[in-house]
């Protein structure tokens, strides 16, 4: 007989009606789809491999697959608390080749206990991993857990851009606190020799060409893909592809103020107040007060982004993608009306606003998989102005600023103010403008009920997590002499701890409610 089902009342998705709970993960066997990945870093010191890490983290974590790195450098200062010099990474060095080692099997136990009891998918195993015995132990490892594997070599041999690399990030790492940067570049220099006495770049065309792999070449002039198993592992190609290292930057805001924003109507089709009028008339002088070259403007299909638009006088591009939350049944009501008609599904949204599903409507989610075409091209390009709606700018901050499911629908994005976005090494700068012009507040807080935070929605064979869960942070290892004391079945979990970036505004009271 058919299966019983019952519909979930936030996801509007469709669940075994016993709800069964998620059946347990295999920790061998053969490699299925959803088999967690490893994703395994390859290059020499100063060749971006945290930059694309932690990148590619941010992404994948946005699209919904709980991801996080591993970056064995952390692991090694957590065990050698005070750096000398380039010594320590000499190939002769038997005590450092010994912690070393020590630190990356640290790294790989956190990673099984990531993807095997933590709810991860994909875990990033940032280290320099230049050896072909080093990437083999990490080969064994997975298969010895039943993960996939998926190799990404970083290559570059343009001193001008390692110089660069280094001056910007290695400079200012904990191991050179105390030190001149003269000094600092050329000890980090010489640390790179040390690595590159031994290297051996991963080989497609013979040893390694039943390897799944991608090469940046030259920050990304030119890629090399071999043996892509899944759809995850061509979607972090596809990612790769599309992102660079130009300077530039992304500027954020909503259209000018609109009637149904003055009436309290969410959705809706509405054009711009008086108020959004003038709104737009300074985000003109604002624009051209910036005297940014080839500056590209995106605006949805709908009449108050258009409008706002048009008083900039210059071309732009209407994105169907770009258009705001589809409320369903409720669009253009307030919430008043909709507490009234629509009572259940008012408080619904309350408890789980990212997955709440509006009836013949959207929800947090779907919105960021209709955004990701969005993303990939402003990954692509220079400088870009996105006048949007209140959901798609919470969505698209939450992925330049590493926010979660969770934080994601309660970011506050002001009418009537541009939020500055400039790329940075490992991050995002903001910066946010007022352009002075009044409007209604439309931000909803979360409620006291809703903070406490719901379970994981579970469906039949899987688990949907609202993000990627920390874990319980476990002791550190004290000191060198410890560390190389310890074997590696005794070595203590080392997780790094991860700190939000802050959005201004984020302390804004709120009074007219909206979205």
């Known amino acids: 007989m058919p299966m019983e089902l019952t519909q979930s009342r936030i996801q509007k998705i469709w669940l075994p009606h016993d709800n069964h709970p998620a059946l347990p993960r295999r920790s061998c066997g053969p490699q299925l789809t959803n088999s967690p990945t490893v994703i395994v870093m390859v290059g020499l010191p100063a060749r971006g491999k945290t930059y694309i890490s932690k990148k590619l983290t941010r992404y994948l974590n946005w699209i919904g697959v709980p991801t996080k790195v591993f970056n064995v450098g952390e692991y090694r200062r957590e065990a050698v608390k005070h750096y000398s010099s380039y010594d320590f990474f000499r190939p002769d060095n038997e005590e450092g080749m010994n912690v070393r080692k020590q630190c990356a099997l640290a790294a790989l136990r956190d990673v099984k206990l990531y993807l095997s009891e933590e709810g991860g998918q994909i875990a990033v195993f940032d280290a320099t991993n230049t050896t072909r015995e080093r990437r083999g132990m990490v080969l064994n490892f997975a298969r010895e857990n039943g993960f996939k594997v998926f190799f990404i070599e970083s290559v570059c041999n343009d001193p001008s851009v390692v110089a660069t690399n280094v001056m910007a990030v290695k400079l200012s790492s904990p191991d050179y606190r105390d030190c001149n940067s003269t000094d600092a570049m050329e000890d980090f220099m010489n640390r790179i020799n040390c690595y590159q006495a031994s290297y051996q770049p991963l080989d497609p065309d013979n040893y390694d060409r039943d390897v ?13 893909v071999n043996r892509v198993q899944d759809h995850i592992q061509s979607r972090i190609v596809y990612y ?10 992304i500027y954020l805001c909503r259209h000018g103020e609109s009637e149904f924003n003055l009436k309290g109507k969410i959705g809706g089709d509405s054009g711009l107040s008086n108020r ?9 002088k604002f624009v051209e007060e910036q005297n940014l070259k080839d500056l590209k403007i995106w605006t949805s299909q709908l009449k108050r982004t258009i409008q706002t638009a048009e008083a900039l006088k210059l071309s732009y591009e209407q994105w169907k993608a770009l258009n705001e939350i589809d409320a369903g049944v409720c669009e253009e009501m307030t919430y008043e009306e909709i507490k009234e008609k629509h009572p259940e599904e008012f408080a619904l949204r ?17 919105l960021v998989q209709r955004l990701e075409p969005v993303i990939m091209e402003l990954e692509r390009q220079e400088n870009v102005l996105v006048v949007c709606h209140q959901a798609v700018m919470r969505c698209l901050l939450a992925y330049f600023l590493d926010k979660s499911a969770a934080e994601m629908p309660y970011l506050k994005c002001p009418l009537h103010t541009v939020l500055k976005l400039t790329p940075v090494a490992y991050g995002c700068r903001v910066e ?5 012009v009044e409007a209604v ?27 990627s869960p920390e874990p319980t942070k476990k002791p550190r290892i004290n000191s060198f002499d410890e560390h190389v004391a310890s074997s590696a079945a005794a070595l203590p979990v080392c997780m790094s701890q991860e700190v939000p970036t802050q959005l201004p505004g984020q302390n804004m009271n709120s009074s007219q409610k909206q979205s």
């Not at 946010?432 to 002075?436: G, P």
Request: net charge positive; hydrophobic share 30%; proline share 6%.
């Open 212 to 224: 799944s792999l991608i090469k940046v070449i030259d920050v990304g002039r030119r890629f090399l």
């Open 240 to 249: 790769l592809m599309n992102i660079h290292v130009q300077p530039r930057t």
């Open 276 to 284: 959004g009028k003038k709104f737009a008339s300074a985000l003109n």
């Open 350 to 366: 309350d408890q789980d606003k990212y997955y709440y599903r509006y009836p013949s409507g959207e929800s947090y989610q779907d």
């Open 432 to 436: 946010s403008i007022c352009l002075n």
């Open 441 to 467: 507040n439309t931000h909803r807080d979360q409620t006291e009920e809703a903070k406490k935070g719901p379970n994981p929605l579970m469906r039949r064979n899987s688990v949907t997590p609202l993000a």
